[in-house]
Nanobody, 121 residues
Framework: QVTLVESGGGLMQPGGSLRLSCKAS????????MGWYSQAPGKERELVAV???????QYEDSVKGRATISRDDAKNTVDLQMNSLKPEDTAVYYC???????????????WGQGTQVTVSS
């Protein structure tokens, strides 16, 4: 079993910056894809950014040029830096990871509990 814990959310000013962090703990052999998703009120959860184990990165169009995703495999963490925040970035942000527990079994997908980000003046 693996637990993902996010941090870094809160009330942000338009035009400001935030850094979200997510740490995985538990039975971990290797983590493959790590990502951040957002879910605004009344909307479906959607991809913000993902980074693979070989550091291939994909961003959702609305955050391209404003977001940077990074990972530290030694610490089992993934961070999301977002600049030039907009009110439409307001959402609950969820961390997601594909975890290999043993090295010879299929990966298991895990979600964090979510952290609220509110962008408002």
């Amino acid at each position: 079993q693996v637990t993902l814990v996010e941090s870094g959310g809160g009330l942000m000013q338009p035009g400001g910056s935030l850094r979200l962090s997510c740490k995985a703990s538990g039975n971990i052999y290797k983590i493959y894809t790590m990502g951040w998703y957002s879910q605004a009120p009344g909307k479906e959860r959607e991809l913000v950014a993902v980074i693979t184990s070989i550091s291939t990165i994909q961003y959702e169009d609305s955050v391209k040029g404003r977001a940077t995703i990074s990972r530290d495999d030694a610490k089992n963490t993934v961070d999301l830096q977002m600049n030039s925040l907009k009110p439409e970035d307001t959402a609950v942000y969820y961390c997601n990871m594909d975890v290999d527990h043993t090295g010879y079994t299929d990966t298991v997908n895990y979600w964090g509990q979510g952290t609220q980000v509110t962008v408002s003046s």
